[in-house]
């Protein structure tokens, strides 16, 4: 009867620590899926420009080249110099460096891509076309 009612608990603690395993599965499942299509949804705003998606860990080297606007201007729209310390800094770093809340950084940068947007459009990208295949002589055959 010992045997039994030990079993049963054995069984009791078991089923227990599988209810909670799949919580924590079904915890990390749902916490997965949400970050992926966040990841989505920054990448669609990224790929169309939009200046919304920058983020306090970008550094200003990453965001010159996912807006196509040139670093030096970046810079001086922070009033910094550009300088091989400041190449590696993420916007955390710099809001610390000029005593500024990282927001203002990052609104002061998406003012500045703005304007310089507007100040200089880009044109359509050219869509390559394929090349005509150009016929190649037969090996051993020559055109005269």
Not at 30 to 56: C, E, L, W
Not at 106 to 134: E, K, M, V
Request: one cysteine or more; a positive charge; glycine letters at 4%.
């Amino acid at each position: 009867m010992v045997n039994t009612r030990s079993e049963r608990t054995r069984l009791g603690l078991l089923c227990l620590l599988l209810l909670v395993m799949l919580g924590v599965l079904v915890f990390a499942a749902v916490n997965t899926i949400q970050a992926a299509r966040m990841f989505q949804q920054q990448y669609k705003a990224v790929k169309a420009g939009d200046v919304s998606a920058i983020h306090p860990w970008m550094t200003i080297h990453v965001i010159a080249n996912i807006y196509h606007v040139p670093e030096d201007y970046l810079y001086s729209s922070l009033t910094l110099k550009d300088s091989p310390a400041l190449h590696h800094a993420t916007l955390y770093e710099i809001a610390g460096r000029k005593r500024q809340p990282v927001n203002q950084i990052i609104h002061t940068l998406q003012q500045a891509i703005s304007t310089y947007r507007r100040t200089h459009p880009r044109g359509p990208t050219p869509t390559p076309t394929p090349r005509a295949r150009q016929a190649s002589p037969a090996p051993g055959r020559v055109h005269t």
